[in-house]
């Protein structure tokens, strides 16, 4: 083993001769949220889908969050994620406690650049929600 003294691809190329800029979604962007809500007006079943938030081509998500409103919802799982990747952004094993948010991250699709504008998606899983609940998101992202 050796005491390693490293430096991060970003940084070295900010400090070559002539230096390299990285992207700004990397780099000194501007983190951003989108946040939303649903009011279910009818149960939502397993397998639902809620879009929610748009995002600019560019854009590296940070976290995708969700809270449901009311008490605990045995067995709800949840995935964010895209149309094409469901769970691009992570998927929760328990997102059951109500007014508790769940936070989804450490997940490929948070760490590279989205590819076109995206809309982001939350699906449900595990059980059925109740009518009358208020499901919220927050998208946090980083862009320009």
């Known amino acids: 083993m050796a005491v390693l003294n490293l430096l991060g691809v970003n940084f070295t190329n900010l400090t070559a001769s002539p230096p390299v800029l990285p992207p700004s979604a990397e780099y000194h962007g501007r983190k951003r949220t989108q946040s939303d809500k649903i009011v279910l007006a009818a149960q939502a079943d397993a397998g ?5 938030a748009r995002l600019p081509e560019g854009a590296r998500v940070l976290s995708a969050s969700i809270l449901y409103s009311g008490a605990n919802i045995a067995s709800l799982t949840t995935k964010a994620g895209t149309a ?12 059951a406690t109500g007014e508790v948010w769940v936070k989804f991250g450490n997940s490929v699709g ?8 995206t809309d982001i998606i939350f699906t ?21």
Do not use: M
């Open 48 to 52: 639902s889908t809620f879009k929610v």
């Open 124 to 144: 449900t899983a595990g059980a059925n929600v109740p009518s009358g609940r208020t499901i919220f998101f927050d998208i946090e992202y980083v862009t320009d």
């Open 110 to 117: 948070i760490i590279n650049a989205l590819t076109a504008e």
């Open 84 to 95: 094409a990747d469901d769970d691009a952004f992570g998927a929760a094993g328990a997102t």
